[in-house]
């Protein structure tokens, strides 16, 4: 079912529906080549005026404001929930020129943790290194400078379809919660890593915005988590979570908007590109304990340590916070039967996606339906009732 949930969706997918894109913990340190990050978005870094993502978001921000359009006029009296997913900012880190030239002179195109040795990092990150295929290419400053410009270029390129997106509600009078949130950052060279795939704050410190009626504006520094959204929305909408799932990990964010406290720790989960066993993270206030069953553990101290530098889990200073956080992630995560489930669920995928793939090819990819006989007029119409209905505002 690739309607996920919705009743319909706009836009097909800007990438693979199907289950192609699965590790196999089967194979350690296999690097599949044709979907795997490479270096290539860093050597090839610069200026395009389209681009496969571009096109797509291009798609993405139209589609948006023309289905607001639609919803204001008023043909369908209910509530209504709209999801506008980009993929920008992201690699490749392409950038059309108008927001390429905003960052000539940005302070920022170095990164601010030099690149580091291979052998200096901790093993995910050279499992990382490999998975990027990183051997392969010769970084310079210049790919790592023009790198960073662009993907701050998209981050502006974000800004002026969301902008698009807000002007389009304000002018057609419609009343919005906005939660704008991303699944993932982006390491930018920090410490010499590229993407995503890792628990250090670059990748997986990701922006979490609220607008909406009674939450004044200000900038909440407590740690938060994309587990929140969906019970934040639902306290913001009035509808009881018990009606949506028996169980969640998340808590509703209002209270803390308003001055409460949020005190649970977050969660995170990673067993994709790069792992070859499940990686679990708490970030419990200024600690963060990362946990994989093939490294040692990392415990960091994010208020005197923001760039993730000094590994303390070897301290004895700090051994009882060590094991109190060990306590609470044994509490959540069965390494073992984590790892296990993993396995059993990419076996799965494999044999669906060589099933599919083997004789004719049926693809998975939703095909966004546009019947060309409903739009605009057509002779089964009256054109006084259709002018009339797709004008907004009226009268004015």
């Known amino acids: ?115 580091m040795a291979y052998e200096d990092h901790d093993p995910h990150s050279r499992r990382i290194f490999d998975a990027n295929d990183w051997r392969g290419y010769t970084i310079t400053e210049d790919h790592i400078r023009r790198s960073r410009r662009a993907y701050f270029a998209n981050i502006s390129y974000v800004d002026d379809k969301i902008s698009q997106i ?87 964010l209002v209270a803390l908007a308003k001055g409460g406290e949020r005190t649970a720790p977050v969660c995170m989960e990673y067993a994709a590109e790069a792992s070859q066993a499940p990686l679990v993270s708490l970030r419990d206030g200024r600690w963060k304990l990362n946990r994989c069953a093939l490294d040692p553990d990392q415990l960091f101290d994010l208020e005197a340590d923001p760039h993730e530098l000094t590994d303390l889990a070897a301290d004895p200073a700090h051994a009882e916070t060590l094991a109190r956080l060990r306590a609470m992630a044994g509490a959540r995560w069965d390494l073992a039967r984590f790892d296990a489930e993993v396995r059993a669920s990419q076996a799965r995928r494999w044999v669906v996606y060589e099933a599919l793939r083997n004789g004719s090819y049926f693809p998975w990819d939703h095909q966004p339906l546009r019947d060309a006989s409903e739009r605009y007029m057509r002779n089964h119409m009256d054109l006084n009732v259709l002018e009339s209905s797709k004008r907004f505002p009226r009268g004015e």
């Open 166 to 252: 807000l002007e389009t509600l304000e002018a057609t009078r419609q009343e919005a919660i906005v939660v704008f949130v991303s699944d993932h950052g982006e390491m930018l060279g920090e410490r010499g890593l590229w993407y995503k795939m890792t628990f250090y704050d670059g990748s997986s410190r990701v922006p979490l915005m609220v607008a909406a009626p009674g939450l004044a504006p200000q900038r909440i520094d407590a740690p938060v988590s994309t587990l929140d959204v969906t019970p934040t929305l639902c306290d913001l909408a009035g509808v009881s979570m018990e009606e949506v799932t028996p169980w969640t990990d998340g808590e509703s």
């Open 1 to 115: 079912d690739q309607l996920h949930g919705f009743e319909s969706r706009l836009t097909t997918d800007i990438y693979p529906a199907d289950f192609g894109w699965t590790p196999d913990y089967r194979k350690p340190g296999e690097r599949i080549d044709w979907w795997y990050h490479n270096m290539g978005s860093v050597t090839g870094a610069g200026v395009a005026e389209i681009t496969n993502q571009m096109e797509y978001d291009d798609e993405v921000g139209f589609h948006a404001v023309q289905k607001i359009y639609d919803l204001a006029r008023g043909a369908d009296a209910r509530p209504w929930c709209l999801t506008v997913s980009f993929t920008h900012p992201h690699d490749p880190f392409v950038a059309r020129k108008k927001y390429w030239d905003l960052y000539e002179d940005c302070e920022h195109l170095p990164p601010e943790v030099p690149a």
